[in-house]
């Protein structure tokens, strides 16, 4: 065995949602008994600095909308 626990995909899952909500990746991997690293891996998060793992986007998603009403 490798030493990190096993975690099943419901909590996975709840997991990823508590992430979108805002929620810190430490936290929850102190809650989950797991490393913020491996936490990030299980859930496919990029590997970067787990300081804040939810990355702004670098592309206007609502461009569409704020141009409509110029056209």
């Not at 909590?11 to 430490?26: H, N, V």
């Not at 936490?39 to 600095?49: C, G, H, I």
């Amino acid at each position: 065995m490798s030493g990190t626990p096993y975690i099943d995909g419901a909590t996975l899952d709840e997991a990823a949602e508590a992430i979108r909500q805002g929620k810190k990746l430490e936290a929850l991997a102190g809650i989950l008994k797991c490393s913020p690293e491996h936490l990030a891996r299980l859930l496919n998060l990029p590997a970067k600095s787990s300081a804040n793992m939810v990355a702004e986007p670098s592309v206007d998603l609502w461009a569409v909308e704020k141009l409509e009403g110029q056209l």
